[in-house]
């Protein structure tokens, strides 16, 4: 099959091709793309023969051309995808012991450019499709020998700016909440969004009950600007705003993630101001250790200051925990990735596909 075909993943459910006359086999043959999660349409054994020949013709199932595969030793696995233009973008496996979460990406690169995060050092690639959004979460299930309905939480929290690739995002998002899809609860769905506030509006009135985490990293526009440098365009109160209308429209907590580092964002005063940004606000606060990516112009508070800046926030009444990453020792963690093909003491597997 030529890289040129196009890919079955970017048809919207009810677009599907169905054999002439036997308007079931639609319904089959998402039931093979999503819920056994095909790779091929060879293994599609209970298709007709002949319509499987005309399908294998005339569309691709798989977006990637191969992977290379990262196991860290906590159990989670990066996953470095190559795409038939020759790009490449990333997600994460994060088996737990009541849930598999997978974290995708919907760019290659990112355009937002955060001081502390290795993708946004890459710079801005391309967007992503629906089916290579999709795809990721099918091409990890079938590298890890799980169904992909194993597979019930989500985040949109790997490579890119999801809101900038708003309609390919949110369609793929529909594919995964979809019955004859994958089959997930919006709920278990988090979308990570470095603050737009215009794409929080409109996304609040799509009707999906998503988990909103907005990468806020400070309270205080001066320091915002100085590490997310396209803050430039969105005041901080813009965004808060936005964030009102996202609850009043879903009545769904917003969780604010806020990666602490040292000298920047961390002081005791910055802790009162965004307590003060959040009041009213159903919100929870993620405190995000620093992870450590070379060249990256910024460090990380120390954990003494990351627990007095806890205990400030819980003493103003704000919901705050610190999540710390999973997957550093190889190259997996929150503003790690940056298309690695070694990290650390990590080896990787044979590139396969």
Not at 84 to 112: F, N
């Amino acid at each position: 099959m030529s890289d040129a075909a196009p890919l079955l993943l970017d048809l919207p459910l009810d677009e599907l091709p169905a054999e002439a006359g036997r308007s079931y086999r639609r319904d089959q043959l998402a039931g093979w793309l999503y819920a056994r999660g095909a790779g091929d349409v060879d293994a599609m054994t209970d298709l007709p023969r002949a319509w499987r020949a005309e399908l294998a013709g005339a569309w691709r199932v798989d977006p990637f051309d191969g992977f290379e595969r990262f196991a860290s030793r906590d159990g989670s696995v990066r996953y470095l995808f190559t795409l038939p233009d020759g790009r490449r973008t990333e997600a994460v496996y994060m088996p737990y012991a009541r849930r598999t979460t997978v974290c995708i990406s919907s760019m290659v690169g990112c355009p937002a450019g955060c001081t502390f995060c290795a993708t946004g050092a890459l710079g801005f690639g391309r967007n992503l499709t629906r089916g290579e959004i999709v795809g990721q979460l099918l091409a990890v299930a079938r590298a890890e020998g799980v169904a992909p309905t194993v597979i019930r939480n989500v985040v949109l929290m790997g490579m890119g700016e999801a809101l900038l690739n708003y309609d390919a995002a949110v369609s793929a998002i529909r594919t995964m909440i979809d019955p004859r899809g994958l089959d997930l609860s919006p709920r278990r769905i988090t979308l990570s969004t470095v603050g737009l506030p215009r794409r929080i509006e409109r996304l609040a009135g799509e009707g999906l009950p998503l988990t909103l985490a907005v990468s806020l990293h400070a309270p205080d526009d001066e320091t915002r600007r100085t590490i997310i440098p396209t803050a430039h365009a969105h005041d901080v109160d813009d965004v808060m705003a936005s964030l009102h209308t996202w609850y009043a429209a879903t009545k769904r907590r917003v969780s604010v993630e806020y990666t602490m580092l040292r000298g920047v964002n961390d002081a005791p005063w910055q802790a009162d101001a965004l307590a003060d940004r959040l009041s009213g606000l159903l919100s929870h606060v993620n405190l995000i250790p620093f992870n450590v990516w070379d060249g990256s112009p910024q460090a990380g508070s120390d954990r003494a200051t990351i627990q007095a800046f806890r205990d400030r926030l819980e003493a103003a009444g704000v919901s705050v925990s610190v999540r710390f990453s999973r997957g550093q020792d190889s190259g997996a963690a929150c503003g790690q990735l940056s298309w690695q093909q070694s990290h650390g003491a990590a080896g990787a597997d044979a590139p396969a596909g």
